[in-house]
């Protein structure tokens, strides 16, 4: 038994049986901890235990242990695999240490991952030139030349695709269209996100032979300018072609908006070709129009104009319907109104318009009134836009100035009703701290 352990072999496989599985124990539970964290660090940990330590001990075994010659075939064998593992183990490590953290932005982050591959391809070249050579005695004179005469090859191979990692990405409206730079540098190309003046989202309209062209066009002008997406400062265009046909042109941020604005303004201009009387691509029928429709309209709204039989016979001629798409605008800013809408169906928000955009403060709903100021004779502060499709049954301010002279409750109601709007208005803008004087009143 003594010579067991005088011979040194004895301690190695003690060692071998004791610690090789208590190390195996400890790594799997630090595996286990850190898989559990989402720690990148348990990939090489995970190849250590699966794979080197076991070799490891295998090579250790037949060198130490069993002491095999050096230059026997299976020992070399296995320490050609030992040695492998190992390699594979470091670049894990080191890939783990400098790309598995990488902060957003940086370069680590940043770098292709071909680069890193071919450097990994390099060096696992590189330790097994060595290796083979400390093993195997190998020359590997021959193995270095075909390195590098590869490596020019491979540059060559990849000078235009090396090119292609750095792109530009343009946003076409419909989506992101990826240009690489090896493209542009060898052709020519227009950026049309930043044109000469403002970028223009045409369309071609169509109404009928009957409609009179000037009234028509401005009409198309008066949509086209109402929109969000235009630009401020510029006015739409039209033109006249004959025949009905119209080419309108609106101007837009860019492409992106383009799209977006001509798909609204087509949707606009189907309800004002409508209230206007107009046939948008030869069709003027508007079921809106029928009259028993308005006759229906005026006993909705009795109530809220408290008004009787009789009433409602003598002002059918001078009402009429009217309705808008969403986002529309029912009564602008900064006029003196000369009919009064009343809500029949939908919602209309009331809303403040100031230097970077509009400050909502109400809304108009059923049976609610539109453009009370043109009772007082007061330019409108705020304008109302459409929430929803909305119709109204729209009223002459000569019709409106008959009820309410002989209805003093309705003047008493439509007195209230305008005060709470301008009190809603007032309270909202305190609320957030911007004064009277911003309101733009365009």
């Given at each position: 038994?003594?010579?067991?352990?005088?011979?040194?072999?004895?301690?190695?496989?003690?060692?071998?049986?004791?610690?090789?599985?208590?190390?195996?124990?400890?790594?799997?539970?630090?595996?286990?901890?850190?898989?559990?964290?989402?720690?990148?660090?348990?990939?090489?940990?995970?190849?250590?235990?699966?794979?080197?330590?076991?070799?490891?001990?295998?090579?250790?075994?037949?060198?130490?242990?069993?002491?095999?010659?050096?230059?026997?075939?299976?020992?070399?064998?296995?320490?050609?695999?030992?040695?492998?593992?190992?390699?594979?183990?470091?670049?894990?490590?080191?890939?783990?240490?400098?790309?598995?953290?990488?902060?957003?932005?940086?370069?680590?982050?940043?770098?292709?991952?071909?680069?890193?591959?071919?450097?990994?391809?390099?060096?696992?070249?590189?330790?097994?030139?060595?290796?083979?050579?400390?093993?195997?005695?190998?020359?590997?004179?021959?193995?270095?030349?075909?390195?590098?005469?590869?490596?020019?090859?491979?540059?060559?191979?990849?000078?235009?695709?090396?090119?292609?990692?750095?792109?530009?990405?343009?946003?076409?409206?419909?989506?992101?269209?990826?240009?690489?730079?090896?493209?542009?540098?060898?052709?020519?190309?227009?950026?049309?996100?930043?044109?000469?003046?403002?970028?223009?989202?045409?369309?071609?309209?169509?109404?009928?032979?009957?409609?009179?062209?000037?009234?028509?066009?401005?009409?198309?002008?008066?949509?086209?300018?109402?929109?969000?997406?235009?630009?401020?400062?510029?006015?739409?265009?039209?033109?006249y072609s004959g025949g009905g046909a119209y080419s309108v042109s609106i101007p837009v941020v860019g492409p992106a908006d383009a799209s977006r604005a001509l798909s609204m303004y087509l949707s606009w201009l189907w309800y004002a070709a409508r209230r206007r009387g107009f046939a948008l691509d030869g069709d003027s029928t508007d079921p809106l129009a029928e009259?028993?429709?308005?006759?229906?309209?005026?006993?909705?709204?009795?109530?809220?104009?408290?008004?009787?039989?009789?009433?409602?016979?003598?002002?059918?001629?001078?009402?009429?319907?009217?309705?808008?798409?969403?986002?529309?605008?029912?009564?602008?800013?900064?006029?003196?109104?000369?009919?009064?809408?009343?809500?029949?169906?939908?919602?209309?928000?009331?809303?403040?318009?100031?230097?970077?955009?509009?400050?909502?403060?109400?809304?108009?709903?059923?049976?609610?009134?539109?453009?009370?100021?043109?009772?007082?004779?007061?330019?409108?502060?705020?304008?109302?836009?459409a929430g929803e499709i909305l119709t109204v049954v729209v009223l002459p301010l000569a019709t409106i100035d008959e009820l309410i002279r002989t209805r003093p409750r309705l003047a008493a109601e439509i007195g209230e009703s305008l005060e709470l709007k301008r009190t809603l208005a007032a309270s909202r803008m305190a609320e957030l701290g911007i004064a009277r004087?911003?309101?733009?009143?365009?």
């Amino acid at each position: 038994m003594g010579d067991v352990f005088t011979g040194g072999w004895g301690w190695w496989l003690l060692a071998l049986a004791v610690g090789v599985p208590v190390v195996l124990v400890i790594l799997t539970e630090l595996i286990g901890a850190l898989t559990r964290r989402g720690n990148p660090v348990a990939k090489p940990l995970r190849m250590l235990r699966n794979w080197v330590i076991p070799v490891g001990a295998l090579f250790a075994l037949l060198v130490f242990a069993i002491q095999s010659p050096a230059d026997q075939v299976w020992t070399r064998v296995v320490a050609t695999v030992f040695g492998f593992l190992v390699i594979l183990l470091v670049l894990s490590a080191f890939n783990v240490a400098l790309f598995a953290n990488a902060k957003p932005g940086s370069w680590r982050e940043r770098i292709p991952s071909i680069f890193v591959e071919i450097g990994r391809l390099v060096l696992v070249g590189v330790g097994l030139a060595l290796l083979f050579s400390w093993v195997w005695d190998a020359d590997v004179g021959g193995l270095f030349t075909a390195l590098g005469v590869g490596s020019i090859v491979i540059g060559l191979a990849l000078q235009n695709a090396v090119v292609n990692w750095r792109a530009v990405h343009i946003d076409t409206g419909s989506g992101i269209q990826i240009v690489p730079n090896s493209s542009l540098s060898g052709a020519s190309f227009t950026n049309l996100s930043e044109p000469e003046g403002p970028y223009s989202a045409e369309t071609a309209v169509t109404f009928s032979t009957d409609d009179p062209p000037h009234e028509v066009m401005a009409l198309l002008v008066e949509v086209a300018d109402s929109l969000p997406m235009r630009l401020q400062r510029q006015r739409a265009s039209v033109d006249y072609s004959g025949g009905g046909a119209y080419s309108v042109s609106i101007p837009v941020v860019g492409p992106a908006d383009a799209s977006r604005a001509l798909s609204m303004y087509l949707s606009w201009l189907w309800y004002a070709a409508r209230r206007r009387g107009f046939a948008l691509d030869g069709d003027s029928t508007d079921p809106l129009a029928e009259p028993q429709r308005l006759v229906e309209a005026m006993h909705e709204i009795a109530p809220t104009l408290h008004l009787r039989d009789d009433d409602i016979e003598a002002i059918l001629s001078a009402a009429r319907l009217e309705r808008y798409g969403v986002g529309e605008i029912v009564l602008p800013s900064g006029i003196v109104p000369d009919e009064v809408r009343v809500v029949l169906s939908g919602r209309a928000v009331l809303a403040l318009e100031v230097d970077d955009g509009r400050v909502e403060f109400g809304a108009a709903e059923k049976g609610d009134l539109i453009g009370q100021t043109a009772l007082t004779r007061e330019r409108t502060q705020a304008v109302t836009v459409a929430g929803e499709i909305l119709t109204v049954v729209v009223l002459p301010l000569a019709t409106i100035d008959e009820l309410i002279r002989t209805r003093p409750r309705l003047a008493a109601e439509i007195g209230e009703s305008l005060e709470l709007k301008r009190t809603l208005a007032a309270s909202r803008m305190a609320e957030l701290g911007i004064a009277r004087g911003v309101i733009t009143g365009r």
